[in-house]
């Protein structure tokens, strides 16, 4: 299984960006969604998404934030509006397999998000 991230970039303060990410290798995933990782900061959950479209989202973007998917393929696109300098980070992509009580978690490979001020 492969996650291709997309999407990052510089942008100012307000401004938006959308980030997507697209599996190959297997089709269904029990949840998808986008972490982030700051310098010097462990990895946060920023929002997920379950196979039956149950989503949850990180206080600090709830209400900024929208995760959305392709019904069609496993993609799943993160926009993001109002952003701020706090949310300068890379963003990972996260999938999630589990099934008979084994999970395998993939990830892609980061895409940079810059806030400026």
């Known amino acids: 299984v492969q996650l291709q991230a997309s999407g990052g970039g510089l942008v100012q303060a307000g401004g938006s960006l959308r980030l997507s990410c697209v599996a190959s290798?297997?089709?269904?995933?029990?949840?998808m969604g986008w972490y982030r990782q700051a310098p010097g900061k462990q990895r946060e959950l920023v929002a997920r998404?379950?196979?039956?479209?149950?989503?949850d989202y990180a206080d600090f973007v709830r209400g900024r934030f929208t995760l959305s998917r392709e019904n069609a393929k496993p993609m799943v696109s993160l926009q993001m509006n109002n952003l701020k300098p706090e949310d300068t980070a890379v963003y990972y992509c996260?999938?999630?397999?589990?099934?008979?009580?084994?999970?395998?978690?993939?990830w892609g490979q980061g895409t940079l998000v810059t806030v400026s001020s």
């Open positions: 290798g297997r089709s269904i995933f029990t949840v």
């Open positions: 998404m379950t196979a039956d479209g149950v989503i």
């Open positions: 996260n999938a999630v397999f589990s099934h008979w009580g084994l999970r395998n978690d993939y």
